[in-house]
């Protein structure tokens, strides 16, 4: 059966990366990746058969349209993210490209990543996302987008997979996806990292600066916990989305008005060896968010690391965390509560860690691999 996975495959990591490499390894499926134009794509060896196709912005639907013309697939497996292949225009031509493949007499699997509910849609979600949303950038203007959006991809696709009962639920009762249609299919917790005993004190958030995430939150909580436990540090790993700079300045000027600078550490983009380097020695693992909009990739990666792992108890971290087996969800406002908990109670913190791992034999790359082989074949039949 031969098929092609249309994704990026970036940052290293990514989940297209992860599951891709799984199935290449795990199933005798034939599969192609067409990623965008970005170079470091090659430079993933975890993945075969990468083609470097698209390029973003309004033309990655003629690219990826005259590559399947080339290689006819009998699938075509595509990633649904807002900004992966562009700006705004490239999600309004997003359902076309899918109905141009079913043209082309191919099988359509789209993936949506994140969606959220219709009520949840306000003035303040807005802003969480735009930092200067333009006139038009209304609430019901955005309802109706992503009403459209989902609501085309599902009568285009044969298969639209979700990675969470959750989204599932949002994606057939507010915006019209067949529920015959949809499969739920929950995200590889990639193969379990050497662990590393010795813990250093300081508590890690990786991920994108953005606003949604609600960091205020865990650094006025984190202010709180360091006055009793002053040799702990808060690291704020990753990089800034286009966009979001000024959340990321906010950020800084909120840290040094709260005189923590030399205890919250920003250190940028890291590489693969820093982040590596700071998952194992973390003492746990922080995933603060103000709103959630789909299963969380740095969820996935501190589960990979086997740690003891804090989440805001919002949205989707409600059902991919069992509170207090495999993780702690946490009331944003009770982040000095929490942090003192696992730091005074240490056997707690293993016991957690411990859930993590019994988690990750359910959903090790072989399992969600031959669920997805499954998938394709009902399509085959």
Known sequence: MRIVFIS????????????????????????????????????????????????????FMIDILKQLQRDKPAL??????????????????????????????IRVVTTIHAAVYKKEIDNTFVSLFLM??????????????FNSLFLLISW??????????????ILTKDYGVQKHKSWVIRTIIPKLKRLIRQKDHYFL??????????????IDGFSQFHKKHSDFKLILAGGTIPGQ????????????RKKMSNSIVFTGFVNDKQIDKLYKHAYAVLIPAYISMGSSGPLYHAQSYSKC?????????????????NGILVNNSKWNEY?????????????????????AQNKSPKKIAATYRQMYQSLMK
């Open 245 to 256: 700079e000024r959340a990321r300045d906010e950020l800084y000027e909120y840290v040094k």
């Open 132 to 145: 200067k949303p333009p006139w038009y950038m209304r609430p019901f203007v955005l309802k109706f987008i």
């Open 8 to 59: 990026s495959l970036l940052p290293s990591g990514h989940f297209s990366e992860i599951l891709c490499s799984s199935l290449q390894k795990h199933t005798d499926l034939d599969i192609s990746i067409y990623t965008d134009m970005n170079p470091l794509n090659k430079r993933i060896k975890t993945c075969k058969k990468v083609k470097m196709v698209w390029r973003k912005g309004p033309w």
């Open 339 to 359: 942090l003192s908990l696992i730091v005074d109670n240490q056997i707690l913190a293993s016991q957690l860690e411990q859930g993590i791992r019994k988690e």
């Open 156 to 169: 285009f696709s044969d298969i639209v997979v979700s990675h969470s009962n959750m989204l599932e639920d």
């Open 76 to 105: 075509a497996h595509i990633q649904q993210e807002l900004n992966m292949y562009g700006g705004g225009v490239t999600v309004l031509l997003f359902p076309l490209l899918l109905f141009c493949i079913k043209l082309m007499n």
């Open 205 to 218: 958030v990786f991920g994108y600066i953005v606003r949604r995430k609600g960091l205020q939150n865990l």
């Open 309 to 325: 792992i804090l989440a805001s108890d919002v949205g989707h971290f409600k059902e991919d965390i069992q509170n207090n087996i």
